[in-house]
């Protein structure tokens, strides 16, 4: 374990001190699990997202009359 110094504001570092006494471990304990939770979630690949059957209608029929819903859709 290494040594490091980290600059935080004065409202994030006040909530890591009243964790850390909360739990009665110290302010490094929090700082480190903190980070490390960090590093574990960065880690992680995403699901990417995908848009099949966002708009899904329950028709079955929707290609072959896409002109008519759209003027439907459109007021016409």
Known sequence: MRRTTVFAD???????????????????????????????RSGRKRKPLTLAAIGRSGRKDVAERAEEFLQEGFGR
């Open 10 to 40: 004065d409202e994030v570092l006040g909530a890591l001190q009243a964790i850390a006494r909360r739990r009665g471990v110290t302010l490094s304990e929090v700082t480190r699990e903190a980070l490390a939770a960090y590093v574990a």
